[in-house]
């Protein structure tokens, strides 16, 4: 096939969209399209220009004797502070109150598009981490951990409740819940963490961290090793668990008879990781 530049210029920013974090060789690009290396360069320096104007992701050449490129996701602060205000939005809705004061996040984690634009940002926040693999509690926080996971290009580690048979040996804890202050079990397969692991820990909620701390005990079970904490909503608990944390909304309010509810900025803007 003999490729136009109109054609290689979208089929290989398609290509680096869907391969974040992954050094390719420009003379994959060679290769692929029969181009010279030098019009190679020059369509990557055509990408890049573009990623940067739009606020796409960086994109980063590397020297060498074969030389590469690697697209990394960046998400400007205006964009951030836009998605945010959509989920506010989302999150304020009186009918999302169920009895008891606990809100329907169904709709909202149940969402591919919102959990892709969370995902990205929480992603671009920890992009120049060293991070081998995302863990997430079953089941709600499960959505975003893979929208995370996607755009740091690594794989998603689940731990559950009770153990699976189709899970082989599993290693379990038991962890005292940071609000009720009741012991609960959390287990993880054996063969789903290796030791020496850099691990981001995705959740959807987080009060006063029982859970995230539940997590990080296990991680210290495997030999592995924390690299940062990212949540969706975070209540405002004064007994907190966990100190060092990114969020996207804080929860500050639910008010069950007057049926309101009051959100904010999380602090991903102002937290540095």
Same mark, same amino acid.
């Given at each position: ?8 210029l979208v089929d290989m920013t398609n290509y680096l969209l869907n391969n974040p974090r992954k050094i390719i060789p420009l003379t994959y690009f ?7 290396? %030098? #019009? *190679? ?5 055509? /990408? ?8 796409? @992701?960086? $994109? ?21 502070? %836009? #998605? *945010? ?5 989302? /999150? ?8 008891? @004061?606990? $809100? ?23 992009i120049d981490k060293d991070i081998d693999v995302v863990m997430t509690v079953a089941t709600k926080g499960i959505t975003l951990a893979y929208a995370t996971a996607r755009y740091l290009n690594v794989p998603v580690v ?116």
């Amino acid at each position: 096939m003999n490729w136009k530049r109109s054609e290689r210029l979208v089929d290989m920013t398609n290509y680096l969209l869907n391969n974040p974090r992954k050094i390719i060789p420009l003379t994959y690009f060679v290769d692929k399209y029969g181009a010279a290396k %030098s #019009s *190679i360069s020059e369509d990557i320096s055509i /990408i890049k220009e573009t990623f940067n104007q739009q606020g796409i @992701g960086i $994109l980063k050449t590397l020297a060498g004797a074969s030389g590469g490129v690697i697209y990394s996701v960046n998400v400007r602060s205006e964009d951030i502070q %836009s #998605s *945010i205000h959509t989920l506010c939005e989302w /999150i304020e809705k009186p009918d999302r109150i169920l009895p008891g @004061g606990y $809100l329907y996040m169904a709709d909202i984690i149940g969402n591919p598009h919102l959990m892709d634009e969370v995902g990205k940002i929480l992603a671009s926040k920890y992009i120049d981490k060293d991070i081998d693999v995302v863990m997430t509690v079953a089941t709600k926080g499960i959505t975003l951990a893979y929208a995370t996971a996607r755009y740091l290009n690594v794989p998603v580690v689940i731990v559950r409740r009770d153990s699976k048979i189709t899970e082989g040996s599993t290693v379990s804890i038991n962890y005292v819940s940071g609000s009720t202050k009741k012991i609960q079990s959390m287990v993880l397969a054996r063969k789903s963490l290796k030791e020496g692991s850099k691990v981001l820990i995705v959740d959807d909620f987080m009060k006063a961290g029982g859970t995230v701390n539940g997590m990080i005990s296990l991680l210290e079970e495997f030999r592995a090793e924390l690299a940062g904490i990212a949540v969706l909503i975070e209540a405002d608990y004064n007994e907190r668990l966990i100190n060092e944390y990114t969020s996207i909304i804080k929860l500050t309010h639910v008010d069950e008879k007057e049926k309101k509810i009051v959100v904010s900025e999380g602090n991903i803007l102002c937290k540095e990781v």
